[in-house]
């Protein structure tokens, strides 16, 4: 069964851009949710989808938005880019059916703002 | 108040010999579920082990088990017989209530297994 996979893998924007990350979760999965992980903040949740619903979403201001399509796959969108949205952005499928089912995790999208 | 709390930023171990990774958690929902997972630098998150609030035994898996003791809401993590593919972060994480709500991850423990 292929794991979740995310692109691109690394990505160099400038600030005031906007960038869309995707996320292609475990066939199966109807959860997806997204986190930010940066050296100064640790792992931040950021949302999640399940069924094309956002189910739960973190303190992130609006710049920061999702999708999910009919598929499960995922998008997400940082728009108007600051220096401090550089951080490694990770993408984690579960079947979603109850809240502890386990989170398998994607190899993350390296993001970096100049 | 913080919701996962992991007091060891740096930890090493001799390869061979058990470990173990503290973590504490904060929650008043009676039904939560704990987590725990591996990031080596390579940066992908590996899931080790889950334990669920209503569960009566410590989970295990494989050479990881799970030391849950409720009362102090405490859930370290042990590592058996390290080896040195264990060299990792290792992250603590809780989802409170059955659905709809985040994951809160610690802060991590950098684990270094020594030869």
């Known amino acids: 069964k292929a794991g979740v996979t995310q692109t691109p893998r690394y990505l160099i924007k400038t600030r005031g851009q906007q960038v869309t990350l995707s996320c292609s979760p475990i066939?199966?999965?109807?959860?997806v949710s997204w986190y930010q992980q940066t050296p100064g903040q640790g792992l931040q949740f950021l949302f999640e989808?399940?069924?094309?619903?956002?189910?739960n979403k973190g303190n992130f201001p609006g710049r920061f938005s999702g999708r999910q399509f009919s598929n499960s796959r995922s998008e997400m969108n940082v728009s108007t880019l600051e220096l401090g949205d550089s951080a490694l952005y990770l993408c984690?499928?579960?079947?979603?059916?109850?809240?502890?089912?386990?989170?398998?995790f994607g190899p993350g999208t390296r993001l970096t703002v100049l | 108040a913080q919701k996962i709390t992991q007091t060891q930023p740096g930890m090493f171990v001799q390869e061979k010999e058990a470990v173990t990774l503290d973590c504490t958690y904060d929650?008043?929902?009676?039904?939560?579920?704990l987590f725990w997972y591996k990031q080596p630098s390579s940066g992908e998150m590996i899931f080790l082990i889950y334990?669920?609030?209503?569960?009566?035994q410590n989970a295990t898996e494989g050479r990881y088990s799970l030391n849950f003791q409720k009362a102090r809401k405490s859930a370290n993590l042990v590592i058996s017989a390290s080896q040195l593919g264990d060299s990792a972060m290792y992250f603590c994480?809780?989802?409170?209530?059955?659905?709809?709500?985040?994951?809160?991850f610690g802060t991590g423990t950098s684990l270094t297994v020594i030869p």
């Open positions: 994480a809780m989802r409170e209530g059955w659905t709809g709500n985040q994951f809160y």
């Open positions: 334990q669920g609030s209503y569960d009566q």
């Open positions: 984690a499928s579960s079947l979603g059916r109850t809240g502890y089912n386990e989170q398998f």
């Open positions: 066939s199966g999965h109807r959860s």
């Open positions: 989808y399940f069924s094309e619903t956002q189910r």
């Open positions: 929650t008043s929902d009676p039904s939560y579920g």
